[in-house]
């Protein structure tokens, strides 16, 4: 039921001043208003000076961060920042849980929740998951998502952590291919943000009507001159700047190749693909006798498909390789959450292809008598692409 909005931030004012705060995120705009920053976290700290109240806000490419005393100095700060018309805020304190959204019509939807315990971990430890993006951070209140879908996120942000060095910095341009209706794309600009860098971020989808969709939740996040979208296929699509980091998560069959043909073309930095399904080579093997003594792979459908899969992401990684990326395959997330949970990772060299990665790659495809679709994109040998 709506509530009182003005009532509502008097209690989320108690909240942020409470000693008992452990944490508080703002994000969001209301319905026709826009707050001078895209979003605002607050937290405790310890300093040599003594406890204060650490305030990190960003404009959306920089973030600031000012810590204030106790007493008159945050209260300011904290009336500046609830002043500000930010659709969503999230409060933590130790015994609390606090979400507060404005609806269309100013009123606050409020949900309150008492603190948990975490549940003993082996060893003896109470230990609370972090997630690289708080699963109770307000971007989840504009883009949904169910809890199953926001482990996907944490798993995704975390091989994405693993792949980008911890000390880069300067301009970052990201490039989604194939974004659907985008959960991963903003989840991604949002870590990246949080992390400092200067982010822009493409996502490309063929529907026109989805790009409109997430045109317009870009602009309630605040985001809508970092976050942008073009309609167009995978291969086609007009991206500019050119990307450093390309991200195709779950293009279906063979369009996973065309971003990695793009991507290679780009001379991207860094490439994560999640392959979504194989058909390609799945339909070569049907056509043609296995060879000895290897038909027993392929004689039933299943076993069939499931080695078209391990086949069609082997070569993919191969391709990659001769192309100059250090690339690897692994699981992102765990099986019961998606069983489409491989992702391709690679980082450009700029090396050479070994004799050995040359012969190895031809000896498979001619062996299974295989034209793999990455392959017509891009010629094995590097020195015939453009």
Known sequence: MPE??????????????????????AAGRRRGQRPSVVRAELRPVTLKAGPRLQISTSDGARPYTRNVAPGTEADTAVRALLAEPFGNWHVETADRTLQLRVTKSGEAQVHRAAATRPAPVAGGHDREKEYLLDPGDPIFAEIG????????????????????????????RVVDLGCGNAYLTFAAYRYLAQRGLDVELVGVDVREDQRQRNTELAKRLGWGERVRFVAGTIADAVVEPTPDLVLALHACDTATDEALARAVRWDARWVLAAPCCHHDLAAQLRSRPAPGPYELLTRQGILRERFADVLTDSLRAALLRLHGYRTEVVEFVDSRHTPRNLLIRARRTGGGPSRE???????????????????????PDPSAVD
């Not at 009182?4 to 995120?25: Q, Y």
């Not at 809890?147 to 944490?154: N, S, Y």
């Not at 995704?156 to 000390?167: C, I, Q, S």
């Open 145 to 172: 998502g169910s809890a199953a879908k926001r482990r996907q996120v944490d798993a995704f942000l975390r091989a994405l952590a693993a792949t980008l060095p911890d000390d880069l910095t300067g301009p970052l």
């Open 357 to 379: 990665q040359r012969r190895d790659y031809r000896e498979l495809v001619d062996q299974w008598r295989v034209t793999p679709r990455l392959e017509t994109l891009l010629p």
């Open 4 to 25: 009182n909005l003005d009532a509502a931030l008097d209690e989320v004012r108690g909240l942020l001043l409470d000693p008992a705060l452990t944490r508080a995120v």
